[in-house]
């Protein structure tokens, strides 16, 4: 095999320079260096390396008397300045159309050498004219290009480049400004849309480095220059938006710096593990009820919201033609009540209203009017506000201002939008003094998706989406009078985080002093605390507990106490699933709810008790029965029909129930039977599996989660019950990595012949786990489990079952060792709900002795905990 040739000697001293100056910045940046010191000081290092490469490069070449003719132009960060230790090197090797030829070998000798020094590069070969051609026509290309500079070679060549470059663009501003902004959203669909995601690219998400880009982007297509601190000079950008971009800019390349020295590669994704490592480095200690990690998260979010308000206001402010019509707008505003005017494009304060807007009752008249109009804010009425709220100490409320607050929650309309400019305008906080608490808070976990703040916001927002809803949930909606206390409760459920106590408990207080400060009635009080204390009550019962049991019901309906409550709570659950993330409200969760809601609905009526739902029960079982052939065993129909547990009733169309059940009379010639289905509403496939009980089946819960998971299958979901004969039937709705959408018919045959043979008294008792390898990637991050793992026992709930509840973070084969624990232990599994929230996992086991009692003797209570905590953990 023929070796390659040892590396020239430049190539070698580029890489000794670049590995000792990073050493050396590395201590600079350890010592406490501002993040673009390091970067400029980096920037200065490697610019002497190309420069001194591209040197030796032309007189390799022996073209040194074209070097006028040549230029090599960093572009991008490296054009900016602002490097990081690992980011890549854009260039561009500017040539006269005269050099066409002459840069070919010299490209290729340049990029090589580069390369082999250790820089990922971004290299391209232009002449000017191909250069301004592409970047009008390429968003990419022509933001990259907008931070070009001279490196080396002929000064003039590029000039002529530049100037023309520049004067291109200005007048092509609007069109360029158009495109930068579309693949600006483009990006931030991929990274994130909110400023508030909990593992953001501090790079490419809402809110990071890309929008201070974009802002510079913008200026020079708008004003032929890019710096913040000439906008400011220049008096394009005010002193407060010129120091909120230099702010965010110095703590985001500082972090990234960070991150970059520690991973020795470019590493730009802040997921939870990078946090926690962040955190103490930063500075950050915490508090009583707030982690380290929530502090530094809080610091994050607070440059990214107002990085992500300035750019987007600047870009706004781009769009207008000129002064001229900016003061044309000013000078015909129309007069709105007595100190705002209505412009074409904003509404805004006069001199006089601007004194005025330190209330919190006079921004809320200005918002009213401001969505009235249909009219944003002036930016420096904006401000103006935000300035003064700031600094606004905590207050009562003035009657106004309270009526003002409470007209606002009656109406459905923009209602999110709107609470959402009020919580940036720091006035939110000032009518619901626990928003201060919460603004950017951090919610550690994978489950959550936004910030507590952003939370409660999107969840009273996901609450007037229901309005357009045709499903029972919104139907409920629509026939809440009192729309404000429900929606006050979504904005207060979640504002007790962050605190040693238990939320909900603090989330109570919370809401009633709220109440107290917003002058609400008595009942109007309690209605708001019970919805904040009891905001998991619903979610708990339905996903925990069996529904069938009519003790589940009543006890729930007392701890409720009114059908009035009922309907917000019910609405009010739904919509703090719908804003924790995408899809986290599927169609399962969704069903159980409601079947709770239905059959607890059913207690507060007149008529007798559960009549109504009982009737139900029985028209879905009619129609079931109306398609069974006349032939066949009426009576094994009817038994099996009325054995069926409620959910499953409910959940599915009567022909779907009858083709299930067609498969359990398959079970008279053989011990097992597997079936499955892909449910595309929930993105999962559902493996049925029918066991004939007996003495060779014991643990058939135990077999079927080994074959699942040793398939290497994900369990979302399960419930098992028993049908009359010993049946056991049970029910996994899984995800298959090795596919995407529905996994192909050999696959759905060979997991059901496996789950088959496994009832096979041949068949090994332990499934063999098969390693799965995770790219790298988001899904590659290391877990960190920050909640504990829990085991909990309840004898009061069923009269006749132990209610084991096991919580724990998700993990392949983790199922698998529960049940394995429950076999060993002798327990009998009589009803199971298993539900998948991301990363962290509710089991609940209703279970009893071999004998049909109860689990209560406590030394065996103790074994069976601490046999399943080894057994998660």
């Known amino acids: 095999m023929q070796s390659r040739p040892s590396l020239p000697a430049v190539v070698l001293d580029a890489r000794q320079k670049l590995s ?24 200065d290092l490697v610019d002497g390396i190309v420069s001194g490469i591209f040197t030796h490069s032309l007189e390799e070449l022996k073209l040194g008397g074209s070097v006028d003719e040549i230029a090599l132009i960093p572009h991008g960060g490296y054009g900016r300045r602002d490097l990081s230790p690992y980011s890549d090197l854009d260039l561009m090797l500017l040539h006269a159309p005269s050099q066409s030829q002459a ?14 020094a250790g820089f990922t590069l971004g290299f391209s070969v232009r002449t000017p004219a191909q250069a301004c051609s592409l970047a009008w026509k390429d968003a990419q290309i022509f933001t990259s290009l907008a931070e070009s500079r001279f490196l080396i070679g002929g000064h003039e060549l590029f000039m002529r480049f530049f100037e023309g470059f520049r004067t291109g663009t200005l007048r092509r501003c609007f069109k360029l400004i158009d495109s930068v902004e579309q693949a600006r959203r483009d990006e931030q669909q991929k990274f994130g849309e909110t400023v508030f995601l909990l593992q953001p690219n501090i790079k490419r998400s809402r809110g990071g480095l890309r929008d201070i880009h974009l802002l510079r982007w913008v200026a020079f297509a708008r004003h032929g220059i890019s710096d913040p601190e000439q906008l400011k000079e220049m008096g394009l950008l005010s002193n407060e938006d010129a120091r909120v971009i230099r702010n965010g800019y110095h703590f985001y390349l500082r972090v990234r710096n960070q991150l970059h020295f520690e991973t020795g590669k470019s590493q730009d994704q802040l997921d939870r593990n990078w946090q926690l490592k962040l955190a103490p480095w930063y500075g950050c200690k915490g508090e009583e009820g707030v982690l380290p990690v929530e502090q530094f998260m809080q610091e994050y979010f607070r440059h990214s919201s107002e990085i992500y308000y ?48 330190q209330e919190p009752s006079a921004v809320l008249e200005l918002m009213d009017l401001a969505n009235r109009y249909r009219r944003p804010i002036e930016h420096e009425t904006w401000r103006a506000i935000r300035s003064a709220m700031i600094g606004r100490p905590q207050s009562e409320l003035g009657e106004e201002s309270i009526q003002r607050f409470k007209s606002l929650l009656s ?9 959402r400019r009020l919580h940036e305008l720091r006035v939110l906080e000032q009518l619901v003094p626990g928003f201060r608490h919460a603004r950017c808070l951090l919610q550690f976990n994978e489950y959550h998706k936004y910030t507590v703040d952003a939370h409660c916001i999107r969840a009273v927002e996901c609450a007037t989406e229901f309005e357009r809803s045709e499903h029972l949930v919104g139907k409920i909606y629509q026939k809440i009078k009192r729309k404000d206390l429900l929606h006050l409760a979504l904005l207060l459920h979640d504002l007790g985080k962050g605190f040693p106590e238990d939320h909900s408990e603090v989330g109570k207080v919370i809401a009633e002093e709220t109440a107290h400060r917003l002058n609400l009635e008595d009942s109007e009080r309690e209605m708001v605390a019970f919805l904040v204390h009891k905001h998991l009550i619903m979610t708990h019962t339905a996903f925990r507990y069996d529904l069938s049991s009519q003790d589940t019901i009543v006890r729930f309906a007392a701890e409720v106490g009114s059908s009035e409550a009922l309907q917000m709570l019910f609405v009010l659950t739904c919509a703090d699933l719908a804003s924790v993330g995408p899809e986290v409200l599927n169609q399962w969760k969704l069903d159980l709810i409601t079947q709770l809601y239905q059959q607890t609905e059913s207690q507060f009526q007149d008529e007798k008790t559960d009549d109504r739902f009982q009737n139900a029960l029985k028209d879905r079982r009619t129609q079931v029965m109306a398609l069974v052939p006349p032939q066949s065993d009426q009576e094994w129909w009817t038994e099996n029909v009325a054995a069926l547990p409620v959910s499953y009733l409910l959940r599915n169309p009567p022909s779907h129930i009858a083709h299930e059940l067609n498969h359990l009379r398959e079970l008279e010639e053989q011990p097992a039977l597997a079936w ?3 449910v595309p509403q929930q993105d999962a496939t559902e493996y049925s599996v029918a066991v004939k009980q ?50 192909p018919e050999h696959r759905l045959e060979e997991v059901c012949r496996k789950l088959e043979k496994t009832f096979d008294p041949k068949a090994p008792a332990t499934p063999v786990f098969r390693k799965v ?19 909990r026992f309840d004898n009061n709930t069923s009269d006749g079952y132990t209610v084991i509840t096991v919580f724990a973070y998700d993990r392949l084969g983790l199922l698998y060792d529960i049940a394995g624990v429950l076999l060993q232990m002798e327990l009998v599994l009589h009803f199971a709900k298993i539900s998948t929230h991301l990363d962290q996992v509710v089991d609940v086991f209703y279970v009893t002795e071999t004998n049909g009692s109860k689990v209560t003797e406590q030394t065996r209570l103790y074994t069976i905990r601490q046999r399943l905590l080894k057994a998660v953990c």
């Open 20 to 43: 000792e100056g990073r050493v050396k910045l590395r201590a600079q940046h350890d010592a406490g260096s501002p993040g673009i010191q390091v970067c400029t000081r980096l920037t």
């Open 676 to 678: 499955a289905r892909y």
């Open 411 to 419: 109406r459905p309309g923009r209602l999110g939008k709107l609470l």
């Open 694 to 743: 007996g003495s060779k089946t014991l643990g058939v819960f135990y077999r079927i989660t080994g074959v699942l998971s040793g398939m290497g299958l994900q369990i979302l979901e399960a419930e098992i019950h028993t049908q009359p004969g010993d049946i056991a039937w049970d029910r996994f709705f899984v995800q298959d990595p090795d596919f995407q959408g529905a996994p």
């Open 310 to 357: 300035t750019t987007t206001h600047f870009v706004s402010n781009s769009r207008v033609r000129s002064s001229m019509v900016k003061w044309i707008g000013k000078a015909i505003g129309i007069p709105i009540a007595k100190d705002y005017r209505l412009g074409p494009r904003y509404i805004w304060a006069t001199k006089e209203g601007i004194k005025h807007l």
């Open 773 to 791: 390898w995770k790219p790298v990637g988001k899904d590659a991050t290391a877990k960190v489990n920050v909640q504990p793992t829990q085991v």
């Open 103 to 116: 840069v070919v070998p010299l490209a290729r000798m340049l990029s090589q050498y580069l390369v082999d």
